[in-house]
């Protein structure tokens, strides 16, 4: 829906972008910090989603609202959990968006995008036998109009009214219902691809606290 | 794969692409012919291998037969007519009635008030008859009627038998000039220079309505809305509906000055006059579907192929070829024909064999024939479009996996194949289906509010048009008086091009996008329709017959 023309939302200026921007970013790192020190090779692996993702973005911008970044961000979030998928999202709206166009509606997607990676670590989408198609399927569905919603209060700027937001909501079903067939193509094409990707090995030192420990209570 | 998968999704972006193949491309010069004097004001006429050209305005008005090739066949005059000759010629067909039988033959009508009918082979005058001449004669379309022909004399009109031209009755009316007449079930229409609708029946009893819009110099068209007449004013003009059964005026249309000869195929209209050529659609309304600016007083030319060609009646100007697409958008594109100066003939189109024909005649007095050939062979390969053509094998590739895995149990590959089809349909309806969507929510749903206000300081003639207003470095430019937009969009391109503001737009999947309006591209530029913010893209953004756009930058 937010693709639709005519309708942008409060102006920003340019101070208030980047404050906007700074405000995003700090986000991001805040959901990412952790007490213990990462692995670099985790960074690199993050840093390499994201990037591979907002470029994925870029690319498909022309077709209309297919949204890979949608299912994209349920599974990060069911493979990394919430802080990081939060983090995932917040990032790719960024950095697509310094390509795409900035302004005030990538709070909203941010938000939208980071929603949906919180709600796909609740939704078990990969389980002890795998990742569940039926599960991830039905809740990409969801998230496609749960995204459009969120972003579609991007336009509120006081100068329209109750009933023309619903109008512009009922507009936007056409392309509400166009994500919604690009997230279920994508979830099907590369959902269980995209989780095993996403699949943490377990370190040598995690593995050597499991045997450790192990052993520690058997003796 | 993943590469694949993503050119798959791009391919309905590049099929989009339109290909146009320029009038100039498809036709080739063939012959030309300088009368020296005069002008050739109404179209030529093809009939029986030979093409007709009447000239006028000179010492020897006169019809002239060529063959094919552009060699002179014969030639006849009428030196008592004084006047530019632009009643078009009429070719009949052999027939038979009570007054008699008749050969295949051309009626003339003369300003000299002299009706001839001539023999198309070799223009002898089969028979003629006079009419009355107040300073002119007959310079209206005339008609034929079983086997009658109705004459729109001077001051009345008549019915002849076309046997021998023997008149069955005459009627006074007003005043005419150009003023053609047109059958229909119930007798004859015509109107005259005092603006009065005229009603006969075919025993000559006149019925006549004051419509008091102006002069009516064309043959009424009848449609299903009611009567069309395009109406002349001292400034400007009418585009009116007239219900002869209860003597109403359905709709009045205001139009630009010195109207041309509209023109009506089935439920199609078009229009001309000095700003604009319209197209409208009459059903139980005549509604106006395109507005393209174009200088056109005269005939326009209507072709079977859907093609329009009108002479633009300018000083220097050339003709205007207009495309009409799935009976939805209306293209123009000028044409140059080697012709320039003002004209106000229709070019006619015929074909011989698989040799097709198009002759120009302007006030020049040249005649200039161009052909083309039909290469069925050729244009199908040129036509072959290899995106569509992939496309529509990938379709159906998915649609024979996703059956087969289907039917073998691979339900993992079924859902993805049948996945990526379903994906790939919804793409390609995805344009039509959100602009009916958009335009049935707003049928459903109007919008009811009005904040945008009427300014004291606009000219009353925008008062019940529709108005553009411009917000540009903080001023506010604002044009009105346009009639006849169905979208957003289109009122805007009239409106630049009225105040000469350049306006740059991009045509994405969902949409016309305003790039920038006078060169000022910002961050974009929103519109409101009478102060309701416009939601969805110019071109799917309906507007009233009184709606006032305002453009902002963001």
């Known amino acids: 829906m937010f693709q639709a023309m005519g309708v942008h939302g409060p102006t920003l200026s340019p101070l208030a972008s980047v404050l906007l921007d700074v405000v995003l970013l700090s986000c991001a790192f805040w959901l990412l910090a952790k007490p213990t020190k990462r692995p670099i090779f985790d960074s690199l692996f993050m840093a390499t989603l994201v990037l591979s993702v907002s470029l994925i973005r870029v690319v498909m911008q022309p077709i209309p609202n297919v949204q890979p970044v949608t299912v994209a961000a349920l599974l990060v979030g069911a493979q990394l959990g919430a802080r990081r998928g939060a983090a995932f999202a917040v990032l790719v709206a960024m950095i697509s968006n310094f390509f795409i166009g900035d302004g005030w509606w990538t ?18 989408l990969v389980t002890s036998t795998g990742f569940n198609l039926g599960r991830a399927c039905m809740a990409s569905v969801i998230a496609a109009f749960w995204f459009d919603f969120i972003v579609s209060f991007s336009i509120l700027d006081g100068t329209i009214s109750f009933t023309e937001f619903i109008i512009y909501l009922g507009h936007g079903l056409p392309f509400d219902f166009l994500h919604m067939v690009g997230n279920l193509t994508f979830a099907i094409w590369l959902g269980g691809w995209f989780t095993r990707l996403l699949e943490e090995e377990p370190s040598l030192e995690e593995i050597e606290f499991t045997v450790v420990n192990s052993h520690g209570i058997d003796g | 794969m993943a590469l694949l998968f993503v050119s798959l999704l791009l391919v309905p972006a590049i099929i989009a692409q339109e290909s146009a193949t320029p009038w100039d491309d498809t036709h080739s010069f063939s012959w030309e012919y300088d009368f020296q004097t005069g002008y050739i004001s109404t179209s030529p006429l093809f009939t029986g291998e030979q093409l007709l050209v009447r000239t006028s305005g000179n010492d020897e008005p006169a019809v002239t037969a060529f063959d094919l090739t552009g060699n002179k066949i014969w ?33 003339v009508g003369w300003t000299s008030g002299l009706i001839e009918a001539l023999a198309p082979s070799n223009g002898t005058v089969l028979w003629s008859t006079q009419s009355e001449v107040i300073g002119w004669g007959v310079t209206g379309q005339l008609a034929l009627d079983g086997e009658f022909v109705v004459i729109p004399t001077r001051q009345g009109v008549g019915q002849y038998c076309l046997a021998d031209g023997q008149q069955q009755w005459w009627t006074e009316t007003g005043l005419g000039w150009r003023n053609g007449v047109t059958v229909d079930e119930l007798g004859y229409f015509m109107g005259d220079e005092s603006g009065h609708l005229w009603h006969l029946n075919r025993t000559g009893n006149a019925t006549s309505h004051a419509l008091q819009l102006g002069k009516i110099r064309h043959a009424p068209l009848v449609t299903q809305a009611g009567i069309l007449i395009h109406a002349q004013a001292a400034a400007g003009s009418t585009i009116a509906v007239f219900n002869p059964s209860n003597a109403t005026l359905l709709q009045q249309i205001p139009a630009g000055p010195s109207p041309a000869i509209p023109s009506v195929r089935g439920e199609y209209v078009v229009t001309g006059d000095s700003s604009n050529l319209r197209r409208l659609h009459c059903t139980n309304v005549c509604k106006v ?90 244009s199908s390969l040129e036509e072959f479009d290899w995106g569509v053509q992939g496309l529509i094998f990938v379709i159906f590739l998915l649609l024979g ?79 009105g008086g346009f009639v006849g937009h169905d979208d957003v969009f289109s009122l805007t391109q009239a409106a630049c091009k009225e105040l000469e503001i350049e306006l740059t737009s991009d045509l994405t999947g969902i949409g016309w996008y305003v790039e920038s309006i006078d060169g000022i591209e910002g961050e974009g530029w929103e519109f409101s329709v009478d102060g309701s913010k416009g939601i969805i893209s110019a071109d799917n953004s309906i507007v009233n017959t009184t709606s006032i756009v305002r453009w902002t930058p963001v």
């Open chain 2, 75 to 107: 030639h006849h005059s009428n030196a008592a007519s004084t006047n530019n000759d632009m009643s078009p010629l009429l070719s009949i067909q052999a027939g038979q009635g009570q007054c008699g039988s008749w050969p295949d033959m051309v009626l």
């Open chain 1, 107 to 124: 709070v909203f997607q941010a938000a939208g995008w980071a929603s949906i990676a919180i709600a796909g670590s609740r939704l078990s």
């Open chain 2, 289 to 378: 579907i395109d507005v393209i600016p174009f200088h056109t007083n005269g005939e326009i030319g209507w072709f079977d192929d859907g093609q329009i060609l009108a002479p633009s009646n300018l000083p220097e100007s050339n003709w205007g070829i207009f495309f009409i697409h799935d009976q939805e958008n209306l293209t123009y594109s000028p044409i140059d024909v080697g012709l320039y100066g003002y004209g106000t003939a229709a070019p006619i189109q015929f074909s011989v064999g698989l040799t097709s024909f198009t002759v120009f005649g302007n006030d020049q007095s040249i005649l200039r024939v161009f052909s083309n050939i039909e290469e069925v062979e050729t």
């Open chain 2, 401 to 479: 996996t996703s059956c087969a895995f289907l039917l073998s149990g691979k339900r993992e590959w079924f859902w993805r194949t049948s996945s990526l089809l379903a994906l790939i349909l919804v793409l390609l309806i995805f344009p039509d289906l959100s602009n009916q969507w958009s335009k049935s929510f707003d049928e459903q749903f109007p919008e009811k509010s009005s904040s945008e206000e009427w300014n004291e300081q606009w000219p009353d003639a925008w008062l019940g048009t529709q108005i553009v207003i411009f917000e540009i470095n903080g001023v506010e430019h604002s044009i």
